[in-house]
Every structure is written in structure tokens, then in C-alpha cells.
């Protein structure tokens, strides 16, 4: 669907930001994009979209040269979610605010309105669509921003640090819902420092260390495999993977405390509550 | 300019905006822009100006051009449009080689400003810079919504609240947290120092000389 292809990129009076990559990206993946800050993630997430122009190679969409169509009509087909949602937000309801980009579109009335409420209704917002959306919490805003993506009606979404700033519940709420978008067919990639979700979550990962790519593969290999040096790259091995790591002949390969729980717990002999998860 | 005590730096750009007021020789003018884009160039401010100052030129065109239907003679549209260009110029020269917090100092200690009025200046130009890119995300921000800029000039301008409502209301959020944060670090005290060196050194007296001497010369020989 999205295809990099040796995409460098410059910021005028700095270092290169990125430095020939390629990347596929393939309709409903779930890939997580790592590495330290300034390691040109976000720069590489803002030329998916067209927000910039890379200074050699090019992003193809569907076969086609991105730059044909700019922004405005690329977020018909990738959206993006930036880190802060208070940078969007100006109407004065959530419902007019996720209005805001079909109102863009040259589509009907009706093609609109189910749009607004197709992507209220995928993100949980119905009970609060006339609610002022600057008074509601930060983890809602998000939410906002992301059904303001999705009345657009994108085949992939992109996500810089969607879960800064929001309490543990709340990121476990908003994961929950990336996996409903993209158990729907909706692309899904994460930027992300969050080692733990990056395993729980993302089937593959990407690895930019110092604006190229050092790693594009599965995300438990990423872990698992001690020859990939991911301290150097800024980033730490999951506490569950590395329990696993020691333990790889009782446990095998997990992605989360649950699956490690439920792994031992089978070793053991025991049986997982398969709602619960808890060993009975 | 760097060097130069802050005072000194805001006393010369008077300096300047007086001898442009004054001025109304468009090759003098132009020599004095040139001396001052020198100038920036040694303090390494002209790349990232470069752009800034490309459309100030354009606006400082476009004020001399509006003139001529007026009957203004040709030389003092032109010499309209440098005015303002050095005036410009001569604060950007000033902001680029001043630190705010030894500004604000300046106007406290040497100016005998109330610190609350020096500290608002300072802080209205700091937050120029932020505005300025605060801008340039919101409207990313609404591009990748589908955000486009139409030709037309009135559907422009309603369009324009899409940026503008979101600036205006992250700007007040951010007044109130600094507010905030400035109270709880003690804003507004009896008595307050400050740790910039803000001192006149011998190259500050030579330049007030300088300005006293090219005042005088610009007044006798205009």
C-alpha cells in the first residue's frame, strides 16, 4: 500500500535526518516504529503523510508518487494522529470537531454525517459527541484526534506517542481500541518509546538509530535475538521478554505478562481462565 | 554585537531607528541595510532569516509601489520602503544578539524599569519565536484533516479560524500554566537580583561615542 523507497531527508543547517530508507507497508499491518529521540521517526511519519518533501528517493501510494496529492489528499488514505491533540481541537463539539475533515471532502450530506458517526462510534465517543472536547479528559482529546483521522475514512492511521500523557487504564483503553481499528482491516503504525506495548501490541517493528534503518522485522525476534544490540538503538529489552529470554524452554515466546503467566501455568500443569486469564 | 553590554544593544537600535526617521536618502538607506545584513551574517543569523526577510522585502516593496499612484516622488517611496526594512532589521539584529533574561536585567537595573513591565516586553518577544511555530504545527495539524487554503479570499478567511481558534486557545493555556509556574518561583518578590553580566565595558562607551558622533552628523547633514 505505502511504500518508502530510499527516502532521505535533511533539515535545513543540520546533520541528514534520514539516510536512504525503504520501507513496505503492506493494508492492515500493525507495526510499531522505535528508536531515541532524534533518531527520525516522526521525520519519516511526517513524509508518509506528505508533510515534507524527501530530498532524495520517494513515498509511493499505491503505486503512485505520493507528492501528486499532497497532504490534504493523502489523509484520504493515511491518516495521522499527532502527539498533541490540543493542537487540532477548535470546535465546539466533538461531534463538529471530528466534522471538521468531511466537511473538506467534496461529499454529500449524508456520506458526511455517516462518516462523523462511523468514526464516533469506532471510538467510543457517542455519549460525549456534544460535549465541549477541550473540557474533556486528555485521554478523550486523543480519542478525538483519532476519530477526526478516521471520519476520513483511512486505510492506515499513524500514531506519534499516542499515549503520552495518560495514566495506565487509559493506555490500556486506547490500545484496546488500535486493535479493534485494525482488527477491522485499518493499518496501524505506532511511534512509540514504550517497550512493553511495542511487544504486546505490534507484529513488526521498525528501528531507526540516527536517521537509518537498523532493524525491520518481527518485534518478539527484535527482543529475543541478543545479537540485535537495542540498547545502542535507545531502546530495552521488555521486562516479560527478558524473563522469557532466561526461561525460553518452560515458556517459549511471549508478548505479555499474561501470555508468560499462562505459559508457566500450562508447564506447570495448571489450566488459564481464558476470560480472566488467572490460573485455575 | 554579541559582546556588547544589552543596554548598549537597544540603545544603538534607537540609534538606527532614529538616523532612519531621519534619513531620507535611499543610497544611504540601502548602505545602512547592507551594513546591517553584513552584519547579521557575522552574527549567523542571516540563513535562518533569509526567508523572513525575503517576504519583508516583498512587503517593503509593495509599501513603496502603493505610494506612487499618490503622486510621491519616486525617490521617497523608495526611501519609505528601506525605512522600514531597517527599522526591521535593526530590532531582528538586536533580538538575535541579545539574550532576553540580560534585556530584561538591563531594563531593571540599568533603565530602572518596574520588573513586571520588563518582564511582559521580554516575554512578548520570546513568545514570538513560539507563536510563530505553534503556527506552523496547527496548520500541519489541520492539512492532514484535509485543511486547504482556497483561492478565494472570503471562504480563505473563514477558513482561517481552523488555525487561528486552536492558537488563540493554546496560547492562553500556555499564559496561565507560566503564570502558574512563575508564581510558584517566587514572581513578584520585594526584592529581586539578577546573575546576568550586564555591565558597560569599554566597547559599550566606544559605541554610545560612536552613536553620539553619527546622531550629530546625520542631524547637521541630512
Avoid at chain 2, 136 to 145: D, F, G, L
Amino acid at each position: 500500500m505505502l511504500e518508502i523507497q530510499q527516502v532521505s531527508f535533511a533539515y535545513p543547517g543540520h546533520a541528514p535526518a534520514l539516510k536512504n530508507v525503504s520501507l513496505s507497508i503492506q493494508a492492515g499491518e500493525f507495526i510499531g516504529l522505535a528508536g531515541r529521540n532524534g533518531s527520525g521517526k516522526t521525520t519519516l511519519t511526517r513524509l508518509m503523510v506528505g508533510l515534507g518533501k524527501p530530498a532524495s528517493g520517494q513515498v509511493m501510494l499505491d503505486g503512485k508518487p505520493a507528492k501528486d496529492g499532497g497532504p490534504a489528499v493523502m489523509a484520504r488514505s493515511v491518516g495521522y494522529v499527532f502527539q498533541n491533540p490540543d493542537r487540532q481541537i477548535f470546535r465546539d463539539t466533538v461531534a463538529s470537531e471530528v466534522a471538521y475533515g468531511p466537511e473538506q471532502m467534496d461529499w454529500s450530506d449524508d456520506e458526511r454525517q455517516a462518516a462523523v458517526d462511523d468514526a464516533l462510534a469506532m471510538t467510543g465517543l457517542i455519549e460525549v459527541a456534544q460535549a465541549y472536547p477541550r473540557g474533556l479528559a486528555r485521554s478523550f482529546r486523543q480519542r478525538i484526534a483519532i476519530a477526526s483521522a478516521l471520519a476520513l475514512k483511512p486505510r492506515l492511521l499513524i500514531l506519534d506517542e499516542p499515549t503520552s500523557g495518560q495514566d495506565a487504564e487509559e493506555k490500556k483503553q486506547l490500545m484496546q481500541l488500535l486493535g479493534k481499528l485494525n482488527g477491522q482491516g485499518i493499518g496501524v503504525i505506532l511511534v512509540t518509546h514504550d517497550m512493553e506495548m511495542l511487544l504486546e501490541h505490534t507484529r513488526r517493528t521498525v528501528v531507526l538509530h540516527q536517521g537509518e534503518k537498523v532493524y525491520d522485522g518481527p518485534t518478539q525476534e527484535l527482543f529475543a535475538d541478543p545479537a540485535h544490540d537495542v540498547a545502542a538503538w535507545g531502546l530495552r529489552v521488555p521486562d516479560v521478554a527478558a524473563i522469557a529470554a532466561k526461561f525460553a524452554k518452560i515458556t517459549g515466546a511471549v508478548r505479555s505478562v499474561e501470555e508468560l503467566a499462562a505459559s508457566i501455568n500450562n508447564q506447570l500443569g495448571g489450566k488459564t481462565d481464558e476470560k480472566s486469564g488467572a490460573s485455575v | 554585537m554579541k559582546s556588547l553590554a544589552p543596554l548598549c544593544n537597544l540603545l544603538l537600535t534607537i540609534a538606527v531607528s532614529v538616523w532612519t526617521v531621519l534619513i531620507w536618502d535611499p543610497a544611504s538607506l540601502a548602505a545602512m541595510l547592507a551594513v546591517q545584513i553584513a552584519l547579521l551574517a557575522y552574527a549567523g543569523q542571516l540563513r535562518k532569516l533569509l526567508k523572513g526577510l525575503f517576504g519583508l522585502l516583498m512587503v517593503a516593496a509593495f509599501f513603496s509601489v502603493i505610494q506612487l499612484p499618490f503622486d510621491v516622488a519616486v525617490p521617497i517611496a523608495v526611501a519609505s520602503g528601506l525605512k522600514m526594512m531597517v527599522m526591521t532589521v535593526a530590532v531582528l539584529l538586536m533580538l538575535g544578539t541579545t539574550r532576553l533574561p540580560s534585556l530584561t536585567a538591563a531594563l531593571v537595573s540599568q533603565v530602572k524599569i518596574p520588573y513586571e513591565y520588563a518582564f511582559m516586553f521580554t516575554s512578548a518577544l520570546r513568545f514570538m519565536p513560539d507563536f510563530i511555530a505553534e503556527s506552523h504545527a496547527v496548520r500541519e495539524a489541520q492539512i492532514c484533516r484535509g485543511y486547504v487554503q482556497s483561492r478565494n479570499p472570503l471562504k480563505r478567511i473563514v477558513a482561517y479560524a481552523a488555525l487561528v481558534e486552536p492558537m488563540v486557545l493554546r496560547a492562553i493555556t500556555r499564559s496561565e500554566t507560566m503564570a502558574m509556574s512563575l508564581e510558584l518561583r517566587g514572581f513578584g518578590g520585594v526584592r529581586r537580583t539578577f546573575t546576568q553580566q550586564i555591565a558597560f565595558a569599554g566597547r559599550d562607551y566606544l559605541v554610545l561615542a560612536l552613536i553620539v558622533v553619527i546622531t550629530a552628523a546625520v542631524i547637521r547633514y541630512r
